[in-house]
């Protein structure tokens, strides 16, 4: 991922405007990945309201236009689908790797189809993962402008001191720019310290660089709520569907980034 860049819409929910390209729209529809998506369309396999196409900046718009693979009509979800998972490690925040390896679409349902992860967490981070059919609210999520808090705890190396707290929390110089204040709670001074921490941003490996430019690396990452979403009694690997006030609360941050 590119360096964060304030007034760029996040690449995970641009699918949220239309018409959309065609291979995002059938890798939303749950078809296959974008790469195999393309695949198909070079294949000739994919008709858009009975033609064939084949070019690759072909664009849909999901309400009226007719698309079939193998004469098989495809159709993104009309219901709104919210889910939250407990992200163990060792996954892949995708809902298709080339590479075979395990993804989070291994964990959670393959119902409404067009579910899709709202941001990413690394292969070995653990913890909050949200996930829907609405590219509305995943776009207000994401998107810098919005401020949307996410809270993770981490474990890492060494003893940390309010010196340290300090500069997390002011903001801290990375390759990419200076981060944004933050909030900074130290839960164990250590070593290994174990440290909370409320960032509004969304920069790759964010957390991680942060502690590092510290000099404390990161053990275990984890992350413990969204906005106001909070995991509750989910174990590793679990998920569930969010309440209607959960999904009024969201919203509300959504609009408001507070």
């Known amino acids: 991922m590119k360096a964060s860049r304030p007034h760029d819409e996040p690449a995970e929910v641009s699918e949220r405007i239309v018409p959309m390209r065609l291979q995002r729209f059938l890798a939303r529809a749950g078809v296959a990945s974008r790469r ?10 994919v008709r858009v309201n009975g033609r064939v196409v084949t070019e690759l900046g072909a664009k849909v718009d999901p309400r009226v236009d007719a698309v079939q693979v193998d004469g098989v009509p495809v159709t993104l979800a009309s219901m709104r689908a919210y889910v939250v998972l407990n992200k163990p490690a060792g996954y892949v925040t995708t809902m298709n790797d080339p590479q075979g390896r395990p993804t989070v679409a291994d964990l959670v349902p393959r119902e409404p189809p067009g579910l899709f992860p709202v941001g990413r967490l690394d292969r070995d981070t653990t913890g909050l993962l949200l996930f829907t059919t609405d590219g509305d609210l995943a776009y207000r999520l994401l998107h810098p402008r919005y401020h949307v808090e996410k809270v993770y705890r981490a474990r890492v190396e060494g003893r ?33 310290a174990q440290v909370d921490l409320a960032i509004r941003e969304g920069r790759k490996r964010q957390v991680r660089r942060m502690f590092a430019s ?30 209607d006030d959960e999904v009024r609360a969201l919203k509300a941050t959504g609009e408001d980034g507070s």
Not at 175 to 190: C, F, L, Q
């Open 214 to 243: 510290v000099g404390h690396p990161v053990i275990a990452l984890h992350r413990e709520s969204f906005g106001p979403v909070t995991l509750g009694e989910l174990e590793p690997g679990e998920y569930r569907d969010l309440t």
């Open 36 to 45: 195999g998506s393309e695949d198909l369309m070079t294949a000739g396999r």
């Open 160 to 192: 940390v001191g309010h010196g340290v707290a300090k500069r997390l929390a002011v903001g801290v110089e990375l390759e990419d720019g200076v981060t944004a204040p933050a909030r900074v709670e130290i839960i164990d001074a250590g070593p290994p």
